[in-house]
């Protein structure tokens, strides 16, 4: 048996949870959660190339917070299988050796050519796409985009978009889990749990900022500073040649992290629209109701709050023919007027993938995972017995000043 936090199907608890949304603190951990600490039969290994995985840290993300407090879309319950075992940002070790790929191709990996050892320290690509689901490849796995696989609801395993919304592959918050061999990225020694866990989400920032197909000179603004918005600012730091980074944030430590970060600006949510303005040289539009916005703006906007009121934000202080690009999972509405007037492209980033030259996402994560000043950024760590702590923690970590949030489920 496995000790697991694990996310069920109850209805008048999600429609509990969806009524009191993050607005009542403590709630959300308290007595409506449709989560419970439980000891499950260990995942078992559905199929040659998967093998046992022993998390030693994993995340909460802002998408589990969203699917734990019923604000997710219910565009994702076919995309799902209940009840599972939540965490797919995950730092673990093997239990089990890997073996090589049968098929592992000229420009593989390293660890698909010779296998892993059991032992070897991990980190998961969540994805569970064509490989690890045991079909033929799609056209997007055949290609190396796997977060655009279409068959994530076939094959050896239930339903699961990821590790982390599927029945049988357990999770990162839990003691065990079942991952295939196309998921794991090995790391290096140097490399410590408290900066490894973060490689996942550092892994979806390279990709959304690859989305985003920023040229040189071009000016950018990152619209939120929770993870997904400062990992952005990070991604955009390494891998582009933006002329300015204006960062939205609303909280202090959020703009500390901002500044140290690489942002040319730090504003908050109220000073945005004009700040924007001013730097870009736009004219301001009071419309009757809303939100103000700009004739004029920045080329690109990411959209890094969840919030309808950061897309909002993004489709008003980009220029004419810019780009949004969804960082993170939308937040439920935004008036979409403006990419209509003003010809915006709208720009999806979902998970992870490779650059044009083929390199993993993962591979890129794991050097900024090295390099950048991430110290800090893993603000608690609680034994899988705490949750409700440190779902409560999750929900509040901006306004305390906390950032990332994780489980060390091998703890007692
Ligand atoms: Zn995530
Ligand atoms: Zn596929």
Redesign the pocket.
């Known amino acids: 048996m496995s000790l697991s936090l694990e996310l069920y199907r109850s209805r008048s608890r999600y429609l509990a949870a969806k009524a009191v949304g993050g607005r009542i603190p403590g709630a959300l951990a308290g007595p409506i959660a449709p989560l419970r600490l439980v000891n499950r039969d260990e995942p078992r290994t559905p199929a040659a190339g998967w093998v046992r995985v022993r998390p030693r840290l994993a995340g909460i993300c802002g998408s589990d917070l969203a699917t734990l407090s019923g604000q997710s879309s219910f565009y994702f319950s076919p995309l799902v299988s209940m009840p599972f075992v939540p965490g797919h940002e995950v730092v673990g070790e093997l239990l089990d050796d890997v073996a090589p790929a049968p098929d592992p191709g000229p420009d593989a990996p390293a660890s698909r050519r010779d296998g892993l050892a059991a032992g070897t320290r991990v980190v998961l690509d969540p994805v569970l796409?064509?490989?690890a689901?045991g079909?033929g490849?799609?056209r997007?796995?055949?290609e190396g985009q796997?977060s655009?696989?279409?068959?994530?609801t076939v094959g050896h395993v239930s339903p699961g978009l990821q590790t982390g919304y599927c029945a049988d592959t357990g999770g990162g918050w839990g003691r065990r889990l079942v991952a295939h061999r196309d998921q794991l990225h090995a790391i290096p020694d140097t490399l410590p749990d408290k900066r490894a866990v973060l490689v996942e989400p550092l892994a979806c920032a390279v990709h959304s900022v690859r989305r985003a197909g920023i040229e040189p000179g071009q000016s950018v603004v990152v619209v939120g500073a929770g993870t997904v918005g400062l990992f952005t600012l990070l991604a955009l730091r390494s891998l582009t040649q933006a002329a300015s980074v204006t960062v939205v944030a609303k909280h202090d430590r959020q703009r500390e992290l901002a500044a140290a970060f690489g942002a040319t600006d730090v504003v908050a949510p109220d000073r945005a629209v004009n700040a924007l303005r001013r730097s870009s040289r736009a004219f301001l539009l009071h419309p009757e109701r809303g939100t103000d916005f700009l004739l004029g703006g920045v080329d690109v906007a990411f959209e890094a709050t969840g919030a309808s009121s950061g897309l909002d934000l993004a489709l008003r202080t980009v220029r004419a023919g810019g780009r949004v690009v969804l960082a993170g999972l939308p937040g439920a509405r935004a008036d979409l007027t403006p990419v209509w007037y003003r010809e915006l492209e709208l720009v999806g980033a979902y998970a992870s993938g490779q650059s044009p030259e083929r390199v993993s996402d993962f591979d890129t994560a794991i050097a900024m995972a090295t390099e950048a000043p991430l110290d800090g950024v893993v603000s608690a760590t609680y034994p899988l017995q705490r949750w409700r702590e440190a779902i409560d923690h999750a929900f509040a970590a901006g306004r305390l000043g906390a950032l990332k949030v994780t489980f060390a489920p091998q703890e007692e």
Not at 148 to 152: E, H, K, M
């Open positions: 796409s064509c490989g689901r079909v490849p799609c997007w796995c055949a796997r655009r696989c279409d068959r994530v």
